[in-house]
Each structure stands twice: as C-alpha cells, then as structure tokens.
C-alpha cells in the first residue's frame, strides 16, 4: 500500500512516499518552514498557521499528482506547542511553538506560568507546553476571541484536510502539551480546572491511531507527535533497540511495556498501549557547533580566514588518544531538563593533555556521555538492555567520531536509521496501527 507522511517541524516541512509492504521509501522532499512571525518580544517563538497548512498542502498535492494509487495520509509535526481553533474548526491564532517563552515570565508574583505549575501541583511543565502557554494567556486575558478548542499543529493539519470541527488527537500529541497522566492516559482534569482553566478547551484523546476523514479520496490519519512518528519510522516496534537521535538537542528513546518515569525520564504514549521512554540532551548537536565556533573565533584571531572548521575538528578527532588524555568535558552549556541552572565544565586538565586534539574528542565523549546517563537511568528502573543503537539526525550523520564514541561507550552494535526523514516515513507506515 502506498502512503504519504508529512511532518511539520521546526524549521522544515517534510513529506515522503512509502510502500508500506517492505518499508520501502518511493520519494521524499524536504522544503524550509519559512513561517516565524517576527514579534517584538524576543521571547515569542510563534508562527504562521495559514502559511504552515498552504505549505503543507503543496507538498501533498504534488505527491498525490505523481502517485495517485495513494491510499492514505500520516500526520507528524512539532509537539508541545498549540494554537486555538473556533466553532467552525479554524484557526484564529498563531502557533505557540514550544519554543515559545510566555510559560517562563515571572508575571505572576515574581512567579512563571511553568513555575507556578511545578510548585503547586507537582508536576513537570515547562514554557512552550500548549496547556502552561494556555494558562499564561488565561491569566493576561490573551486567549483568542471565539476560541473553543486547543491543538498541535500537526493534529489541526488533519482538521483543515478533512474539514472536522473539532480535533481527534493522538496521547503522544495530549501528553506533549501537559498536565496529561501518561500512567491512565487522560488529562489531569481537576489541576486544570483548580488552575482557572476550561476543559472544554482539551481536544478529544485517542489511544489509537484513527481515520480523521478523507482528502481527495485518501484516509486521513491521526497525527504522532514527531518523538513517536520518528521512533516508528527508525525502530518500528523493535525491543532493546534505542534510538539516538542528534540534532541541536538530542533524545535517547526505548520502547516499552510498562510506564516509567524518573528525573529527566518521560514516558511517552506510543502504540497498542506501549510507552516511549524518553529522556533528552539539550546540548548534542549544538555543543559540538559551540566548540566549532570556538576553533573559528581562534583562527580569526590569528589572521586566518574565517571558515568552517568541521573537517578539521574530525581529523583532529582521529588523532586524539581514546580517553582524550584524561581530559573530561560536561557539555551541559544549557543545563538539562530537571537543572536547568546547571553548566558545563572541564576537568583532569593537564600540561600534557591540553591540546586541540583532545578538546575535540573530549566533548564528543561529552554528548556521549549524557546519552549514556540517561540509558542508565532507565535500566535502572526497567532493566532493558541496549542490544543496539539506530542513529538518526544530522548530528550523529555527519559525525563518525560521534559515533564510534557512541559505540565504545554502550558496548553496543551502531547503525544509522535506514530512512533520512525518519518522522515523516513514520507518520507513513501509522497506517499500520489504524485501529
């Protein structure tokens, strides 16, 4: 069966062409968002719906021209952030990413939206949840005029394909905007009540994957948050085997049977009823590109002409010692999740080993690291080995050294995901799940 998946990401919209007997890829297109509106505080990350959903469709519709034995349609996109929608099903807001900071301004008695909910209620919640930039707007009086319900991007997709009034949203997309227990699978109705807002605003919930309606005569399915869609699309429903992704940011992913949780640790809702574990690096990606940066501002200092110094950072990497002299890095230059306060820092600093070389080695055992800390985290509370590794993002792609680190540090078998567009060819082979 041929299918078609779209993922709206942060900063790319995506859509690929699957045979779904044989996971085979047909064709695959990757165009920019293009769609931040440009606001004056610096703190608003929104974007524009209208230009999101014409994009969106362009992609759709040239897929569906060149291959019209096209059956159904998989949804993915951005989780966490959220816009609002009327009567009529449409949209009368932007999109809130989840990059967006209304969640952390202390408007509140010196307090923030996300502050107020982990105090109060005990629960993780952090700016750039749909449900904490909900309550911040509820408290500043900001919630659009006429609107009735709450959605992510990728869940209004389907509304505005098929012309629903109303969302059907997958648990994994429920679960990213907040206040949602992942353990009963249902939104924390009476803390939302208790915080002033109106549940009438939570879209319906399935645990399923469902048909939303139809589009030029093709299912249109309910979208996976981009977690579950790239999971599905890397691991499929393989056990013991995890998922690195590295991007900016970056995710270790596992599936599970049973719901686990810890610091760091979400378990995210997935399919027939089995979680994702989940725990996230901020710094991956982005912290190698903090140390290419710092070899670049070096040669402008010295005269040299200012270029690209990833190629190398990678000669350099080969020709360090395998423990980097002794010389240990903590990437942690945004802090993480449960500390965000907290930095990174360099130790076992020696006349010896204070070289370029072993910088470079040092922080990809950094990032390494932090992927392996969470790995513990989890068999510690689950017991599930890793048998082996799938990489995914450009970070773990372009990067050998990463990924050797990544290999002697598991003492697992490493492969790079079989598909570039992981997210999308998941929200492709969703129509394997329709229940």
């Known amino acids: 069966m041929k299918t078609i998946g779209i993922d709206i990401g942060t900063t790319t919209i995506s859509a690929v062409v699957m045979e779904t007997e044989g996971r085979k890829l047909l064709a695959s297109r990757t165009i920019p968002n293009g769609s931040f509106i440009h606001m004056d505080r610096e703190w608003e990350r929104i974007q524009d ?79 750039g949840f ?24 990728s869940d209004y997709l389907g509304m505005w394909l098929t012309g629903r009034k109303r969302p059907l949203v997958h648990a994994g997309n429920g679960a990213s905007l907040g206040f949602y227990d992942t353990k009963n699978w249902r939104f924390r109705e009476e803390m939302i009540a208790d915080a002033g807002m109106d549940l009438s605003m939570l879209p319906e919930v399935t645990a399923d994957v469902k048909e939303l309606g139809t589009y030029k005569g093709r299912k249109v399915l309910t979208g996976l948050g981009d977690n579950q869609a790239s999971f599905l699309g890397a691991v499929g429903m393989q056990e013991q085997v995890w998922q690195v992704n590295v991007g900016t940011g970056g995710q270790l992913s596992v599936l599970s049977d049973r719901h686990f949780e810890a610091p760091g640790i979400e378990a995210r809702p997935f399919l027939e009823n089995r979680y994702i574990l989940t725990g996230a690096v901020l710094c991956a990606g982005r912290a190698y590109a903090i140390l290419e940066g710092f070899f670049r501002s070096c040669a402008a200092a010295m005269g040299l002409e200012d270029k690209e110094q990833y190629g190398l950072m990678e000669r350099l990497a080969g020709e360090a010692r395998e423990d980097a002299g002794g010389l240990q890095i903590v990437t942690k230059f945004k802090g993480t999740r449960v500390n965000p306060e907290v930095r990174g820092r360099i130790e076992g600093l020696s006349e010896e080993n204070f070289r370029p070389e072993n910088l470079v080695l040092g922080v990809i055992e950094g990032i390494s690291r932090e992927f392996y800390d969470i790995y513990g985290e989890i068999y510690k509370g689950t017991g599930i080995r890793a048998e082996k590794l799938i990489a995914s993002g450009n970070g773990a792609r372009r990067n050998p050294a990463l990924r050797e680190a990544l290999k002697r540090m598991f003492g697992a078998e490493l492969e790079l995901t079989e598909f570039r567009e992981e997210a999308a060819c998941g929200a492709a082979l969703s129509v394997l799940y329709v229940r």
């Open 49 to 127: 719906v209208s230009l999101l959903m014409n994009k969106a469709k362009e992609l759709l519709d040239s897929f569906l021209e060149e291959f019209p034995d096209t059956k159904a349609i998989g949804l993915t996109g951005q989780m966490h952030g959220m816009l609002y929608t009327d009567a009529a099903g449409r949209c009368v807001s932007p999109l809130y990413t989840w990059e967006d900071g209304s969640g952390d301004q202390p408007e509140f008695d010196g307090e923030s939206a996300a502050e107020l909910v982990t105090r109060k209620y005990g629960i993780f919640a952090a700016t």
């Open 130 to 153: 749909g449900l904490v930039t909900y309550l911040y707007h509820v408290k500043k009086g900001l919630v659009p005029e006429g609107s009735v319900t709450l959605c992510t991007i």
